[in-house]
């Protein structure tokens, strides 16, 4: 059996605002084994990217904060760690892809600055070997004419250009964990097919373990060995991508697979989840996705339901065997 690469552990991550305070991640608790792909998926704002950013160690403070919890990375607890402790390890050892490349690089700085920073700062590489090893990493991720981008600013790049630069700085000292933050999302579907290509590519070189964050299924399907579903901060559903995809449990699940068209029929309507993710601060008590539920009982108002174990398929509902 693998070994586990990451394992999170009742992982707490709250924002203290002006409204209240926002439990953005609650008592989220999963293993990501060595050379597996996880799959995170969720509506907007379900806690799947602040996730993210707290493992990463990014989760900007103030406001937020990681209040309790573990994350081991390797056997070693990240929440222990000092900034510079963290900062050797963050990416070198673990790199994230970000959502948004025209915000995540710097407009000002051409490509080749920013990659070279990398090999400076972690690899101590003088200048003239850290641009020939930039240069290289443009070409692994099929990057035309790399010689010549290298020298070339974000906004002369088309976005599948920029989502790629994004993946090549991720890459540049082989990681061993990588997140990726809906790397396709503001893609046009051709260009998302090939980035997704691409990180299943990269993953099978550098023999990494990744975490795909999306809202798409269907992205889903393409590439995670595993898939956690999230609601409200809350890991509501686990279970392998064929186990989730072809027997759903939690109504969550259901109706997110539900919404997805069938292309083999006439859809004169799109199905659709009632109603709306609640308003954190002021959670409402019982299972937190009650209200927007069909099968909700008494019961479901009274009580937070546990986390019950199908043999591997982790489901959070109080009437699993109704649903």
Same mark, same amino acid.
């Given at each position: 059996m693998s070994e586990d690469l990451l394992k999170v552990k009742n992982l707490k991550t709250y924002f203290y605002t002006e409204n209240g305070i926002i439990p953005a991640v609650e008592n989220l608790s999963f293993n990501l084994k060595k050379g597996e792909t996880l799959g995170i998926v969720g509506e907007s704002g379900c806690g799947k990217s602040i996730t993210s950013l707290s493992i990463m160690g990014l989760v900007p403070n103030p406001p937020g904060k990681v209040i309790s919890g573990s994350i081991e990375f390797k056997g070693k607890d990240l929440l222990k760690l000092n900034e510079k402790e963290f900062n050797a390890i963050r990416g070198k050892q673990m790199a994230m892809i970000f959502q948004e490349p025209m915000t995540s690089l710097n407009p000002v700085l051409t490509i080749g600055r920013q990659l070279t920073e990398v090999f400076e700062t972690h690899e101590k590489m003088n200048k003239k070997d850290a641009l020939e090893k930039s240069i290289e990493m443009l070409k692994k991720v099929k990057i035309p004419y790399a010689e010549k981008r290298i020298h070339e600013y974000p906004h002369q790049l088309s976005g599948g250009m920029r989502q790629r630069v994004m993946i090549a700085m991720a890459l540049c000292l082989s990681p061993e964990l990588l997140i990726c933050d809906e790397p396709t999302t503001a893609l046009? =579907?051709?260009?998302?097919?090939?980035? %997704?290509?691409?990180?299943? +590519? $990269?993953?099978?070189?550098?023999?990494?373990? =990744?975490?795909?964050?999306?809202?798409? %299924?269907?992205?889903?399907? +393409? $590439?995670?060995?595993?898939?956690?579903?999230?609601?409200?901060?809350?890991?509501?559903?686990?279970?392998?991508?064929? +186990?989730?995809?072809?027997?759903?449990?939690?109504?969550?699940?259901?109706?997110?697979?539900?919404?997805?068209?069938?292309?083999d029929k006439e859809v004169s309507e799109l199905k659709v989840i009632r109603g709306m993710v609640p308003d954190l601060t002021n959670k409402p008590k019982g299972c937190i996705f009650r209200e927007r539920c069909d099968y909700q009982t008494s019961n479901c108002e009274l009580n937070a339901p546990p986390v019950q174990d199908f043999n591997g398929h982790l489901i959070r509902c109080c009437n699993v065997k109704m649903v």
């Open positions: 046009d =579907v051709t260009i998302q097919a090939q980035i %997704l290509d691409l990180i299943k +590519e $990269v993953k099978d070189q550098f023999n990494m373990s =990744v975490i795909f964050i999306t809202h798409d %299924l269907g992205v889903v399907w +393409e $590439v995670a060995t595993n898939v956690m579903v999230m609601y409200a901060g809350e890991m509501v559903e686990y279970a392998s991508r064929k +186990e989730l995809f072809t027997n759903p449990l939690h109504p969550y699940t259901k109706g997110l697979i539900n919404a997805l068209p069938d292309i």
